[in-house]
Nanobody, 125 residues
Framework: QVQLVESGGGSVQAGGSLRLSCAAF????????VGWFRQAPGKEREGVATASPGGRTTYADSVKGRFTISKDNVKNTLYLQMNSLKPDDTAMYYC???????????????????WGQGTQVTVSS
């Protein structure tokens, strides 16, 4: 059974950093597309970053240059390093896996069929 478990959220002041982790269980993590998504109160869920098995990454314009998605294939874990955080980054963050796609990872959440429980990130000004 595929399971994704996030950790690493918390509260931080603007300009600070956090690193989110997502441990995967039940499948070989590096075989399909994975991504980070977020949902702020009253807003739709949006794609933050994706990573393909081949190592190609994509980022939302709002986080380019500040966030980095990476994988540890030995630990079967996905990371999101978030630097220079802004109050607008406040949201529930989710990791997700698309076990139907090997490349050209989508930033559309409807493409992803496995989700973690989410971890809250709060950035104060």
């Amino acid at each position: 059974q595929v399971q994704l478990v996030e950790s690493g959220g918390g509260s931080v002041q603007a300009g600070g950093s956090l690193r989110l982790s997502c441990a995967a269980f039940g499948y070989a993590f590096n075989t399909y597309c994975v991504g980070w998504f977020r949902q702020a109160p009253g807003k739709e869920r949006e794609g933050v970053a994706t990573a393909s098995p081949g190592g190609r990454t994509t980022y939302a314009d709002s986080v380019k240059g500040r966030f980095t998605i990476s994988k540890d294939n030995v630990k079967n874990t996905l990371y999101l390093q978030m630097n220079s955080l802004k109050p607008d980054d406040t949201a529930m963050y989710y990791c997700a896996a698309d076990l139907t796609r090997l490349s050209r990872c989508s930033s559309d959440d409807s493409s992803y069929n496995y989700w973690g429980q989410g971890t809250q990130v709060t950035v104060s000004s």
